[in-house]
């Protein structure tokens, strides 16, 4: 089995969990997630002592990977690395599989901690199990009671000990349907998640469940859109309206391009261009936007584990494009959160490109703002990575200044910035 690919189809987003008794009910709810911006980080891979660096963003919530035990001995691909300010906080659970250094034919069931017998596990034979032959992940029975109850106690006392306010469930796919119901690639697959848990990933959109065509190709909407200049925006935007329509709150679906399985985006191209607009969609469009840590210094790891790599070998630059253009976009999606859907006047347009370092300057006319349908022309408008000013024209159009090298495009009304701080 392709480990990779199951674990790209099997990594959702969820909030702790709503069935257990009143010890979660410092949990974040559903609604107070989405008015957050997550930063992803690999507990092992980032080494500060303050939240001074992310926070510097704008981000609002913290993910970290899992907190449980790793294998302790080395592996054939090196030693376990998986993982270990009033912000929110999100952990790892793993409520599906065991890890195993060793064969299929030749394990130790006393090994594992709590499920020490056989009779906890599916039959590999029956089941395929993830992992590889050196390294097994040995799935577990989550449809025995005895299994589910022990996750229940174990997550709702890690949940309340730590004031953790989400939880994000490991290879969900793996798990029937009803028993993450009690934890609380397509869009007719993933959006019916939704019945069982409070938020998920946004797959169809970066496009998990990809028609391969090669190495390093596929179809994935967000993906190819962006990656270069001979991308589908068309694609992206039929994508778009696709989940909306069909999931039943697509502001409650984490937006991603780049996590700890898949290639980073500029191990495609090379182009700070398009990392600076997909940046810009992944905070601006709807939904709960996640960054990677490294994204934000443009990282261009390949296959795991090379798309695993320490923050601190950026020195934690907090002058970097990316970083920057995050700080504006998040300090946009905070202040503008309430009013950024819809028709009522103070709405954000954000145009994306994938035309690339090398576009020459233009001019854009966008239609279907909203604003002329409630405001009339002549509305100034910010552009907040620029800190330029354009007007609303008589034709209902917003004329946006499309710059030379191709990059995003963030508008609010100037009057709406006042006192924010941004561009002033």
Not at 265 to 281: E, H, R, T, W
Request: hydrophobic letters at 35%; glycine letters at 8%; proline letters at 5%.
């Amino acid at each position: 089995m392709d480990t990779n690919t199951t674990a790209m189809a099997s990594a959702y987003l969820a909030s702790s969990p709503s069935a257990l008794p009143p010890a979660t009910a410092l949990a974040a709810t559903p609604a107070q997630w989405r008015s957050q911006s997550v930063y992803f980080l690999l507990t092992d891979r980032f080494a500060r002592t303050d939240a001074d660096y992310i926070q510097g963003m704008g981000f609002t919530a913290i993910w970290i990977t899992p907190v449980t035990a790793q294998l302790e001995e080395n592996i054939p691909y090196g030693q376990a690395y998986h993982g270990a300010g009033h912000m929110y906080l999100m952990v790892d659970v793993v409520a599906n599989h065991m890890g195993y250094n060793g064969a299929t034919d030749s394990v130790n069931y006393g090994v594992f901690n709590r499920f020490n017998s056989q009779e906890y596990f599916h039959s590999p034979f029956e089941n395929c199990w993830l992992g590889d032959k050196s390294v097994r992940l040995y799935d577990l029975n989550t449809s025995k009671t005895d299994v589910q109850n022990f996750w229940y106690e174990w997550i709702r006392s890690l949940v309340s000990s730590y004031s953790i306010d989400g939880i994000r469930i490991d290879t969900v796919k793996h798990l029937q349907k009803d028993h993450l119901r009690d934890f609380q690639w397509r869009p007719e697959y993933t959006c019916p998640y939704q019945e069982h848990l409070d938020c998920v990933l946004n797959y169809p959109m970066y496009g998990v469940v990809c028609i391969k065509l090669g190495p390093n190709k596929s179809y994935c909407p967000l993906l190819n859109a962006l990656k270069s200049a001979s991308g589908s925006l068309s694609g992206l935007s039929n994508m778009i309206e696709t989940v909306k329509y069909t999931c039943a709150d697509s502001t409650r679906l984490g937006s991603f391009i780049e996590d700890h399985d898949n290639l980073r985006l500029s191990s495609y191209a090379d182009d700070i261009s398009l990392a600076k607009n997909v940046a810009a969609f992944l905070i601006l469009s709807d939904g709960i936007p996640i960054i990677y840590a490294g994204q934000e210094q443009h990282y261009a790891g390949g296959d795991d584990p090379s798309n695993r790599e320490a923050t601190w070998l950026s020195g934690y630059s907090m002058t970097s494009q990316l970083y920057e253009l995050m700080a504006a976009s998040n300090a946009i999606h905070s202040s503008a959160l309430a009013m950024r859907k819809g028709f009522n006047g103070t709405q954000v347009i954000t145009v994306v490109t994938n035309a690339g370092a090398g576009a020459g300057p233009s001019t854009l006319p966008v239609t279907g703002t909203g604003y002329a349908a409630r405001l009339a022309a002549g509305l100034a408008l910010t552009e907040i990575n620029s800190c330029t000013t354009v007007t609303v024209d008589s034709d209902e159009f917003v004329p946006v200044p499309m710059t030379e090298g191709g990059l995003p495009r963030v508008l609010y009304p100037s009057a709406g910035l006042e006192g924010s701080g941004i561009c002033e």
